[in-house]
């Protein structure tokens, strides 16, 4: 989909003609690198101060995973580090009958938006910046998730502006899991319900289930384990 920033640097070293194209491109890195860092500071920003965030959307509570790249010259459709940095945060396409079929369903859709998104802007060569910013929330893993994804793109008026660079990219993806005492009855009551369908009683079987992993998780003396997690657990990276 592109090429690694680093090596394209490399291939200027040693060429006193090519020195302003690599000044340039330096700056070009140092402003992906300050957007990523603005994406970072806004998911922090929700880790540290969740109140900020809650009375608009469904805060996370902890990042539990988190992936970020920046590189050049990007062509029209996505390559598979970021398909696969897609399927990972979300899953990977799960068994249909499997117990957890509706987790993967309801992934797959989200993984569908984004992916049709990324094509939207990859196949987008409009000159000047697109930014994409979105976030999900869903079951996986008997959990509620929230799902962030920011994407950056700057393509040039011509072709080698900067040496042979046409354009720059860059994302940040970033997974989180959703305290559910933050949330409302009617907002669980909707999670709940997309998770396990509009038939009442496939509700309240889920419900159920949740009761049960809940009431033995919380039977676990976790203590321990918590007084030895970092201040700084909840930063992302």
Not at 27 to 44: D, G, P, T
Not at 119 to 133: A, K, M, P, R, T
């Amino acid at each position: 989909m592109g090429q690694a920033l680093d090596t394209f640097r490399k291939s200027l070293e040693g060429d006193e003609s090519k020195r302003v194209s690599k000044e340039q491109l330096d700056f070009l890195k140092k402003a992906a690198e300050s957007k990523m860092e603005l994406y970072k500071h806004e998911i922090n920003e929700m880790f540290s101060n969740p109140a900020s965030v809650e009375k608009i959307q469904v805060a996370g509570n902890h990042f539990i995973q988190s992936e970020r790249r920046f590189t050049i010259n990007v062509g029209n459709s996505p390559d598979e580090v970021i398909i696969d940095a897609i399927d990972n945060l979300f899953g990977k396409k799960g068994v249909k009958d499997s117990e957890n079929a509706k987790d993967s369903s309801v992934a797959d859709g989200f993984k569908l938006i984004v992916k049709s998104s990324l094509n939207f802007i990859l196949g987008n060569v409009s000159i000047g910046e697109q930014e994409y910013s979105k976030y999900f929330i869903f079951f996986q893993n008997n959990a509620i998730i929230r799902v962030d994804v920011r994407i950056w793109r700057y393509d040039f008026s011509f072709n080698g502006i900067i040496g042979e660079i046409n354009n720059a990219f860059c994302y940040v993806f970033c997974k989180s899991v959703v305290d559910h005492t933050k949330l409302t009855i009617n907002e669980l009551i909707y999670f709940l319900s997309d998770q396990a369908g509009d038939d009442i009683g496939a509700v309240e079987a889920y419900i159920e289930k949740i009761k049960s992993i809940y009431n033995k998780v919380t039977q676990i003396n976790l203590k321990d384990a918590v007084k030895s997690i970092p201040s700084g657990e909840k930063i992302f990276f």
